[in-house]
C-alpha cells in the first residue's frame, strides 16, 4: 500500500498522519461529550487538547530520540525531521500525562475525573494509528513463513502488507491493535457499571491493559529501544502495571 494519501507539488500527507488525525478528531468529540455529563465541561477539554497535541509530538519525539540517541549524534538538526520517522507512543503518554495533570492543577479541575475523561479515547486511538504502522510496513515482528499465517484468521491484504523486502513478518501492529480495541471496549463497560463514582479506575485500568499487552507485544518486535540488553517499553509497561494495580487497590480498600 502507497505510504501517501495526498500529493500536490511538494507537499504530501502521508496516510500515518491521516489516521493520527482522525484518531485525534474521534478522541475530541467523543470526550467532549462526555465531558458534559461529568462535568468536565467541552470548553476544558477543548482546552486541554489544544495544548496536548503539540506536546504529545514533542513527548514522541523526544522518547525515541533519548532512548536512540546514536542516530542524531552526528546531526542534531535530524532531531527536527520527524516526517522521516520515529515516535514513540509510550513518549507521548507520558507526555500527555504529565501536562494534564499540570493543567488541571492550574485550572482547579480533578486530575483523575479528567484523565478517565480521556482514557477509552486514548486507546481507541492507539488501535487505530497502529494502521499507520502497517501502511509504513513499520513496527513488526520477527521473519516468518507463509505457513505462520496459514495457522490465523488473517485476511489476506493483511497477510500481503506483511510481506517485505521477499520476507514474511509477524504483524505486531495487528496484535496491539486489536488488544487496544477490546481494552477500549472494557474500559467502556467498566465506565457504564461504575458511572465515574471511583474516579481513577478507567485510568488505572488502561494502565494494567495496556501495558500487559505491549509488554507481550514488544517481545516479538525487532525495532525495540533497548537500554541495555532489556527493552524500554517493556521497562514502562512494568511501571504502568504496578501503578495501575496499585490505583485498584486503593480504590478497593477505599469503598471498603
Same mark, same amino acid.
Given at each position: 500500500m502507497n505510504r501517501e494519501f495526498l500529493s500536490i507539488g511538494?507537499?504530501?500527507?502521508?496516510?500515518y498522519s491521516v489516521l493520527i488525525i482522525?484518531?485525534? !478528531?474521534?478522541g475530541i468529540y467523543a470526550s467532549s461529550r462526555v465531558s458534559e455529563k461529568n462535568g468536565v465541561t467541552k470548553e476544558f477539554i477543548m482546552d486541554l487538547v489544544f495544548y496536548l497535541i503539540p506536546i504529545s509530538i514533542v513527548g514522541a519525539r523526544t522518547y525515541y530520540v533519548i532512548f536512540n540517541f546514536s542516530l542524531f549524534k552526528d546531526d542534531f538538526l535530524s532531531i527536527f525531521k520527524i516526517w522521516e520517522g520515529g515516535l514513540a507512543i509510550y513518549g507521548a503518554v507520558i507526555a500527555a500525562i504529565i501536562f494534564t495533570i499540570f493543567y488541571c492543577h492550574k485550572k482547579k479541575k480533578?486530575?483523575? !475525573?479528567? =484523565?478517565?475523561?480521556?482514557?477509552?479515547?486514548l486507546i481507541l486511538g492507539q488501535a487505530i494509528g497502529r494502521w499507520g504502522n502497517f501502511i509504513n510496513k513499520e513496527a513488526h515482528g520477527a521473519m516468518v513463513t507463509l505457513s505462520y499465517f496459514e495457522r490465523l484468521p488473517i485476511p489476506k491484504f493483511i497477510v500481503d502488507g506483511m510481506y517485505i523486502n521477499g520476507n514474511y513478518y509477524i504483524p505486531t501492529f495487528?496484535?496491539?491493535?486489536?488488544?487496544? =480495541?477490546? &481494552?477500549?471496549l472494557i474500559l467502556l463497560i467498566i465506565r457504564k457499571k461504575d458511572k465515574f463514582k471511583h474516579l481513577g479506575i478507567l485510568v488505572?485500568?488502561?494502565f494494567i491493559w495496556y501495558g500487559i499487552g505491549r509488554f507481550i507485544i514488544e517481545g516479538m518486535r525487532t525495532d525495540s =529501544?533497548? /537500554? &541495555?540488553?532489556?527493552?524500554?517499553s517493556? /521497562?514502562?509497561?512494568? +511501571?504502568? +502495571?504496578? +501503578?495501575? @494495580? @496499585? &490505583?485498584?487497590?486503593y480504590l478497593v480498600r477505599r469503598r471498603r
Open positions: 511538494p507537499f504530501t500527507i502521508y496516510w482522525v484518531a485525534v !478528531l474521534i480533578n486530575v483523575l !475525573l479528567v =484523565l478517565d475523561t480521556l482514557a477509552p479515547y495487528l496484535y496491539e491493535s486489536i488488544w487496544c =480495541l477490546i &481494552g477500549f488505572y485500568s488502561y =529501544l533497548y /537500554i &541495555g540488553i532489556f527493552r524500554v517493556q /521497562i514502562v509497561s512494568i +511501571i504502568l +502495571i504496578i +501503578i495501575g @494495580i @496499585i &490505583g485498584i487497590i
